[in-house]
C-alpha cells in the first residue's frame, strides 16, 4: 500500500461518483460503507505509521507541471496523521448519526466529495495541491448549508463561501510569491512545502508573507473579529454540516499556521505573538460572554466553538513543544467534542424542532441516557481532567505561561467562563422540573443515536486517561519542527523565543 | 504491598462503575451493599497500609502509567503512601464506609438510589487519586474530579426549580451546585498557574523532584507560587472571599455534605498545604497570610452559625470555621497538628452531618431548629451521638476536638501571634454556643414540631451501628495524638512548644475550656428550656447582616452576576453584531452598491461602449506616457 | 525624401479618422467600415516598420491582419444581414438589448 495517501483522498471521491447511480433507498448504507472503510484505511495508515519518525512518511511524488514546480506531492506527518484520523472518523459518525431524509443520495455524495478535499488538505505538501483542496472543501459546504439549512440558509452559505473565499485569495497571493521569490533564489520553479522550508526569508518579506497567509487561515479559524460568519453558519446549517465544520473545516486553519506560518516565517511568526495572542484572548473571553448571552442552544457552542479555537491559537504561538502538542491535541479533542456536542443539539432538535434554551428544561429526568452523554461531553468541553478536554488545554496553557504569566492567567479564565455558560445551558435545559407539556414524551436516544455517540465518549475518556498513543507522534514532530524554527530563525530574539526542548537539545 | 494500593484505589472506582451499570434502573439494595463492601474493602487496604508503613516506615511509590508527556513535561500516574497520605487514606476510605452504609437507609425512598451510589463512590475515587498522587498534576485530577462529583452530588435532586433567596438561600440544588463548580473554578486556575509556575522552574510536577529544587529558586517565585497554590486550596476549602457555595452546598442530601462538604473534599485545601509544607515553610510571608485568613474564617463563619436557624448551614458553618483552625495551624507552620485536627474533625463533623441526616429523616426534610425540639425521646441514640460529636467540636476534654483544637490554639500563642490567638479562643467559645445551640433547640425543650403534624421516628438499626466507629473515634482519637506525632513526624516537619508556652500549657488549656464551657453554659440558659424568640434582638441590625451572611451571596450576585450577564449581552447585541458583524455586512453592501450604482453604463448601446473603450485607450496611452517619462 | 515618420503620420491620421468613425457613426454597417480603416491604418505602419527595420515579420503581419479583417467582413456581414432582417434597422441606438 504505497499510495495509502492517495487511496485516502481519492477513495471517496470516487465512490461519491459511483454514488450517483445508487439506488436512493440505499445510498445511507452505501455512504456509511464507504465511510468505515476510509476510517479503517486510515486507521491502517496510523497502525503502519513510523512513531519513532518525526518527519513525512508515505510520501508520494508525481509531477504535473514541471515547468512551474507543481507536483502530486502528499505525505503526513505527526501533526497532519491524527487530524486525517479525526477527519475521516468523524465523517462516518456524522453519516451515520444523520437524520436528513430529503436528498440523501445528495447529502452523501456531497458528503464523500468533502471527505475527499478534507483529507486532501490534510495531506498536501505542496501548496498548491493545498489550496486546491482548501478551496474545493467550500463547495460541498456551501451545498450543504444552501440546500439542507435553516430559513437563513442562502445568507448564511453565501458569507460563509464569500468570507473564506477572499481569505483564501490573499493566501494563494502569499503562496505565488513565495514560489517566485524560491525562484528568484535557487533558479528552479517549486510549490513543494517541504522545499519552502529551506527558504530562509529576510524578516520584511516574512512580515508581509505571515500577513497574507495569517489572513487566510485566520477567517478560517475563525478568529476574531473574522469570526462573525460561523454563527449564520453554524444556525443554519443542518446538523450534519456543524458538525464537519466545527470538528474539520476549523482545523484547516490552525493545520495551516502549524504547517506553513511557524515554520516558514519562523521570525514573523515571533513578532507576532503578541497580537496574535491579543486576538486570541479576545476569542477566549468575550465569545465566550457572548456564548453566556445566548438563547439558542447551537449558538451556544457555535461561539463556545470560538472561544475553545482561542486556546488553540495561544497554544500554537507558545513557540515550544509543550503548546504547540498541546494545540495539536486540542484540535483533535475539540473536533470530537464540539462535533459531538452539535450532534447533540440534534438530537433535540429533531424531536421539537427548537434549538431556543427556554424551551426546554427537566430534560435529565425525561431523557436520561441523552443527558449522560452530554454531560460528559459538557465536562470534557470545559476540561475535565481524565477526558481529552485536559491534555490540550493544560498544555496549551502550561505552554504559553512560558511567553507571558498575565495573558496566561487572561487565557485561562477560559476554563471558569467555559464553565459558566455550559453549565448555563446544562441547568437551563436539562435541570428543574419539567415545565414544558411537550417535553414530557420526549423520547431518549434511539439506537442509531446512541451508536453513533457511544464511541466518541469511548474516545473522549481513552484519550484523557491515556493520551500518550497519540499525543507522543504529535509531540515528536512538534519537536522536530521547533528544532528547525530555532535553527532557521534570523533574529536573535526570535532564536530566544523559540524553545528546543531539552530532549531535543542533546540529540543535537 | 503494591497490590494493595491499588485495591485501595481501585475498589472506589469498581464500586461507582457497578452502581453506574444500574443508575437508570429501580432502586436495587444490593447496589448500595455491593458499593459499602467494596469502600470497606478500600478501608481494609489503606489500614493494612498504614500498619505496615506504621510498623516499618517503608514508604510505597507506585507508578501505574504514564500519562502526559508533551515537551519536557512527563506526568505519570504514580501514586504514593507515606504518612500524610496514609492519613488521608484512612480517614477518607473510613468515613466513606460509613457514608455508604449510612446512605442504603437515608436514601431508601429515593428513586435514584443506584445513581446516587454511583456518584458517591466516583467521589471516592476521585479523593484517593488526589491524596495518593505523587505529583500535583494528579492532584489537580483528584481535585477536578471531586470538583464534579460535588457538582453531581450538589445537584443530585435536579428537578427541583429554581426559587427566590428570600424563600430558600441556595435557589436551587442545581444553582448551588454550579455555583460549587463555578468558585471552585475560579480558584483552580489559581492552582493551574501555581502548576505552571513550579514547571518552568523546576521543570517538574512530580513532588519529590519540585521539592528538591525549591532551595534554589528565587524568593519571589517561591511566593508568587506558594500564593497560586493557595488560591486553589481557597476555593476547595471555600475560604473568604470564595466561601458562599460551601453553605449552599447543603441542598444535596445530607450523606454528601457528612463526606464532601465536611470531613474530606473541604479539606483538600488544607492537605495541599500540608502536602506542600516544604514549599510554604520557605514563604513566610504566605504562610503567616493563610494563618490570618484562616483565623478570620474561623471566626468570621462562627459569627454566621450564632444566629443560623437551618440545622445543616450551622454544620457547614462550624465546618468553614474548623477548616479555618486547620489553615491557621498550617499556616503557623505545625503542619502536623492542622493534619491532626483535620482527621479528628472528620470524624466528628461527619458524625454530627449524618445525625443531622436522622433528624432530618425523621422530620421529613425539615431543617428549621426552630420547628423542632424535644427530640430526644424519640432519638435517643441520635441525640447522643449529635451531643457527643458536639462536645468534640466544641473541645471538651476528653473528646477528639479538645486536643487537636487546643494544640491549634497553643500553636497560635507559641508564635506570639496573640491576636490570632485571642480570635481563636473567642471563637472555641462561639464554637461551643452554638453547637450546643443547636442540640439543646433540636433535642430539648417543647416540642414544637407536633404543631406541624410531623411524628419523628428514630433511624434504622443498622445505620446507627454504623456510625458508631465515628462516635468511638471521636471520642478517643485524642489519645492517639502522641503515638500519631511520632508517626507522622517521619515526614513532616516536627512542631514543638517553647519552654516559656511548656510553663503556661495549664493555664492556656484553662482558657480554652473556660471559653468553650463557657459557651455550652450560655446556650443552656437560652436554650434548654425550649425556645424563647427574642424579636428585638432578630430585628437588630447585627443579627440580620449574620443572618444574611453579611449580605455577601447578594454582594456577588449585584456586582458580579448581574454585571457579568448584562456585559455578556452588551457584547453580543451590541458589539458582535451591530459593529464586528455589521462592519463585515457593510463591506459587502458598499461592493454591491458600488456595482449597482455603475450597472447604468451599462446602457446596452454599442456606440456608447466603444466610446468608453476610446477613453479608457486614451487613459492608459497617457498612464503609460507618464510612467515612461518618470523613469 | 519620404520617410518614416510620413508614413507613420498617414497612419496615425488614418486611424483617428476611424476611430472618430466608430465613435460618431450609428450605423452599424459605417462603424464596420471605420474598423476596416483603422485595421488598415495599423497595416500601414506595420509595414513601413518592417521596410524601415528591414525585417519581414511585420509584412507578414499586415498580411495576417488582412486575412483576419477578410474573415471579419465575411462573418460581421453575414450577422449584419440577419440583424437587418430581424430589426428592419441597423441603427445602434435602436439595439440596446443588453441595457444593465
Known amino acids: 500500500m504505497e499510495n495509502i495517501l492517495s487511496i485516502l483522498v481519492f477513495f471517496p471521491a470516487v465512490a461519491g461518483l459511483l454514488g450517483f447511480v445508487i439506488d436512493k433507498e440505499s445510498a445511507r448504507a452505501y455512504g456509511i460503507t464507504v465511510a468505515t472503510i476510509e476510517f479503517l484505511l486510515s486507521l491502517w495508515l496510523w497502525f503502519s505509521f513510523d512513531m519513532s519518525n518525526a518527519g513525512m512518511q508515505f510520501v508520494e511524488v508525481i509531477p504535473l507541471i514541471p515547468d512551474i514546480g507543481v507536483n502530486y506531492y502528499l505525505g503526513v506527518d505527526g501533526i497532519s496523521l491524527f487530524i486525517l484520523i479525526m477527519t475521516t472518523l468523524m465523517t462516518l459518525i456524522g453519516m451515520t448519526s444523520m437524520s436528513i431524509t430529503t436528498n440523501i443520495k445528495n447529502m452523501i455524495v456531497t458528503l464523500l466529495f468533502l471527505e475527499m478535499t478534507m483529507v486532501g488538505v490534510f495531506v498536501a505538501l505542496d501548496a498548491i495541491i493545498f489550496y486546491l483542496f482548501w478551496e474545493l472543501s467550500l463547495v460541498p459546504m456551501l451545498y450543504i448549508i444552501g440546500a439542507w439549512g435553516g430559513p437563513l440558509r442562502v445568507y448564511a452559505s453565501i458569507k460563509f463561501f464569500l468570507y473564506t473565499f ?299 486517561v491515556y493520551p500518550k498513543p497519540v499525543l507522543e507522534p504529535i509531540d515528536n514532530s512538534v519537536k522536530a519542527m521547533l528544532n528547525f524554527m530555532d535553527g532557521k530563525a534570523i533574529t536573535q530574539e526570535a532564536k530566544d523565543m523559540i524553545k528546543v526542548s531539552t530532549s531535543n537539545k542533546e540529540v543535537n | 504491598m503494591e497490590n494493595l494500593v491499588y485495591i485501595a484505589l481501585f475498589a472506589p472506582f469498581v464500586s461507582s462503575l457497578f452502581a453506574a451499570l444500574f443508575g437508570m434502573s429501580q432502586r436495587q439494595v444490593f447496589v448500595g451493599i455491593v458499593a459499602s463492601s467494596l469502600l470497606a474493602i478500600s478501608f481494609i487496604s489503606s489500614a493494612l497500609l498504614a500498619i505496615h508503613l506504621y510498623t516499618t516506615g517503608d514508604v510505597i511509590h507506585v507508578r501505574l502509567m504514564d500519562w502526559i508527556n508533551a515537551g519536557d513535561l512527563h506526568i505519570p500516574f504514580g501514586f504514593i503512601v507515606d504518612q500524610v497520605s496514609v492519613t488521608m487514606m484512612m480517614v477518607v476510605t473510613l468515613v466513606s464506609t460509613v457514608v455508604h452504609i449510612y446512605s442504603i437507609g437515608y436514601m431508601d425512598h429515593d428513586k435514584s438510589f443506584n445513581r446516587f451510589f454511583s456518584y458517591l463512590s466516583a467521589f471516592v475515587f476521585s479523593m484517593m487519586i488526589l491524596v495518593m498522587s505523587d505529583n500535583f498534576a494528579g492532584l489537580f485530577i483528584g481535585w477536578e474530579g471531586v470538583g464534579v462529583c460535588s457538582w453531581l452530588l450538589i445537584g443530585f435532586w435536579y428537578h427541583k426549580a429554581d426559587v427566590t433567596r428570600e424563600e430558600n438561600p441556595s435557589i436551587s440544588p442545581s444553582w448551588a451546585a454550579n455555583e460549587a463548580f463555578i468558585m471552585n473554578r475560579i480558584a483552580d486556575l489559581g492552582m493551574l498557574i501555581g502548576l505552571f509556575i513550579i514547571y518552568w522552574n523546576t521543570g517538574s510536577l512530580q513532588y519529590d523532584e519540585v521539592f528538591a529544587q525549591l532551595p534554589y529558586l528565587s524568593e519571589t517565585i517561591l511566593t508568587t507560587s506558594a500564593f497560586a497554590l493557595f488560591i486553589g486550596a481557597m476555593g476547595k476549602s471555600a475560604q473568604f472571599p470564595l466561601h458562599t457555595w460551601l453553605t449552599d452546598a447543603m441542598e444535596g442530601p445530607t450523606p454528601v455534605s457528612a463526606l464532601i462538604h465536611a470531613a474530606t473534599m473541604v479539606t483538600a485545601g488544607v492537605f495541599l498545604v500540608i502536602r506542600a509544607n516544604p514549599l510554604f515553610s520557605m514563604t513566610p510571608e504566605v ?331 486614451v487613459v492608459l496611452l497617457v498612464i503609460a506616457a507618464i510612467s515612461a517619462m518618470l523613469v | 525624401m519620404i520617410g518614416l515618420s510620413h508614413y507613420l503620420i498617414v497612419s496615425a491620421i488614418i486611424f483617428s479618422i476611424g476611430l472618430i468613425g466608430v465613435l460618431r457613426r450609428r450605423n452599424l ?50 450577422i449584419l444581414i440577419v440583424l437587418y432582417k430581424k430589426h428592419g434597422s441597423l441603427d445602434l441606438d435602436n439595439l440596446a438589448n443588453m441595457r444593465g
Not at chain 2, 406 to 422: P, S
Open chain 2, 287 to 617: 504562610s503567616f497570610f493563610i494563618a490570618s485568613l484562616g483565623t478570620f474564617v474561623a471566626f468570621f463563619a462562627a459569627s454566621m452559625a450564632l444566629v443560623n436557624r437551618d440545622l445543616k448551614r450551622i454544620i457547614a458553618f462550624s465546618t468553614l470555621s474548623q477548616l479555618g483552625y486547620m489553615f491557621a495551624a498550617a499556616g503557623l507552620g505545625a503542619y502536623w497538628i492542622a493534619l491532626f485536627h483535620l482527621g479528628a474533625h472528620a470524624f466528628f463533623k461527619a458524625l454530627l452531618f449524618l445525625g443531622a441526616g436522622n433528624v432530618m429523616h425523621a422530620m421529613h426534610d425539615e431543617l428549621d431548629i426552630f420547628k423542632m425540639g424535644g427530640l430526644k425521646k424519640t432519638m435517643r441514640w441520635t441525640w447522643l451521638y449529635m451531643g457527643l460529636a458536639s462536645l468534640a467540636l466544641a473541645g471538651i476534654f476528653p473528646f477528639a476536638g479538645f486536643f487537636s483544637k487546643d494544640a491549634i490554639i497553643e500553636t497560635a500563642f507559641n508564635e506570639g501571634t496573640y491576636v490570632l490567638w485571642a480570635i481563636l479562643v473567642i471563637t472555641a467559645g462561639m464554637t461551643a454556643f452554638y453547637s450546643f445551640r443547636q442540640v439543646f433547640l433540636t433535642f430539648h425543650g417543647d416540642e414544637r414540631y407536633k404543631e406541624f403534624g410531623i411524628h419523628p421516628h428514630e433511624m434504622y438499626k443498622y445505620v446507627l451501628i454504623a456510625m458508631a466507629p465515628l462516635a468511638i473515634l471521636a471520642l478517643v482519637a485524642g489519645f492517639g495524638m502522641h503515638q500519631y506525632e511520632a508517626f507522622i513526624t517521619n515526614l513532616l516537619p516536627e512542631y514543638h512548644m517553647s519552654e516559656h508556652t511548656h510553663h503556661l500549657v495549664v493555664w492556656l488549656t484553662l482558657i480554652v475550656s473556660a471559653f468553650a464551657i463557657g459557651g455550652i453554659l450560655l446556650a443552656y440558659v437560652k436554650y434548654a428550656k425550649g425556645l424563647k424568640r427574642d424579636t428585638k434582638l432578630e430585628n437588630s441590625f447585627a443579627y440580620k447582616v449574620l443572618a444574611n451572611q453579611y449580605y455577601i451571596p447578594q454582594l456577588y450576585e449585584e456586582f458580579i452576576t448581574k454585571p457579568y450577564k448584562i456585559v455578556s449581552e452588551i457584547f453580543w447585541e451590541k458589539v458582535d453584531l451591530k459593529i464586528v458583524d455589521a462592519t463585515v455586512d457593510n463591506i459587502a453592501k458598499t461592493l454591491y452598491k458600488t456595482g449597482d450604482s455603475t450597472r447604468s453604463m451599462q446602457t446596452g448601446n454599442l456606440s456608447n461602449y466603444l466610446n468608453w473603450m476610446a477613453v479608457g485607450g
Open chain 1, 166 to 464: 477572499t481569505g483564501s485569495l490573499i493566501m494563494l497571493v502569499g503562496m505565488l510569491f513565495v514560489a517566485y521569490v524560491y525562484h528568484n533564489l535557487t533558479g528552479v520553479w517549486s510549490f513543494a512545502i517541504t522545499d519552502w522550508y529551506a527558504l530562509v526569508l529576510p524578516v520584511n518579506y516574512q512580515l508581509w508573507l505571515f500577513a497574507a497567509f495569517f489572513i487566510g487561515f485566520a477567517i478560517k479559524v475563525p478568529m476574531f473579529p473574522f469570526h462573525t460568519w460561523i454563527p449564520y453558519a453554524h444556525g443554519q446549517a443542518p446538523t450534519i454540516g456543524s458538525v464537519i465544520l466545527a470538528a474539520v473545516l476549523l482545523k484547516m486553519g490552525t493545520y495551516g499556521f502549524v504547517r506553513f506560518s511557524l515554520p516558514m516565517f519562523p521570525d514573523a511568526s515571533v513578532m507576532a505573538i503578541t497580537p496574535v495572542a491579543v486576538l486570541s484572548l479576545i476569542m477566549i473571553i468575550y465569545t465566550a460572554m457572548v456564548a453566556y448571552s445566548q438563547k439558542d442552544m447551537k449558538q451556544v457552542i457555535a461561539y463556545s466553538s470560538v472561544s475553545h479555537m482561542g486556546i488553540i491559537m495561544l497554544g500554537i504561538f507558545a513557540m515550544n513543544a509543550e503548546g504547540i502538542s498541546g494545540s495539536v491535541f486540542q484540535m483533535l479533542s475539540h473536533g470530537i467534542v464540539s462535533g459531538a456536542l452539535f450532534m447533540l443539539v440534534g438530537v433535540i432538535y429533531d424531536r421539537r424542532h427548537t434549538k431556543l434554551l427556554s424551551e426546554f428544561g427537566g430534560l435529565a429526568a425525561v431523557m436520561p441516557k441523552y443527558a449522560v452523554i452530554f454531560g460528559i461531553m459538557l465536562m470534557a468541553a470545559v476540561g475535565l481532567p481524565l477526558t481529552m478536554g485536559f491534555p490540550g488545554e493544560f498544555l496549551v496553557l502550561l505552554g504559553f505561561y512560558q511567553v507571558s504569566p498575565i495573558m496566561t492567567i487572561l487565557g485561562g479564565t477560559s476554563i471558569i467562563l467555559g464553565a459558566v455558560y455550559m453549565l448555563r445551558i446544562y441547568k437551563q435545559s436539562f435541570f428543574g422540573p419539567v415545565t414544558k407539556e411537550e417535553n414530557k414524551v420526549l423520547s431518549d436516544l434511539n439506537n442509531k443515536e446512541t451508536w453513533s455517540l457511544v464511541p466518541l465518549v469511548l474516545i473522549v475518556v481513552w484519550l484523557g
Open chain 3, 29 to 78: 454597417l459605417m462603424l464596420f467600415f471605420a474598423t476596416e480603416v483603422m485595421l488598415n491604418a495599423v497595416n500601414i505602419a506595420f509595414a513601413a516598420i518592417s521596410h524601415y527595420y528591414n525585417d519581414l515579420t511585420g509584412q507578414m503581419f499586415a498580411f495576417f491582419v488582412i486575412a483576419i479583417a477578410a474573415s471579419e467582413v465575411a462573418v460581421g456581414l453575414g
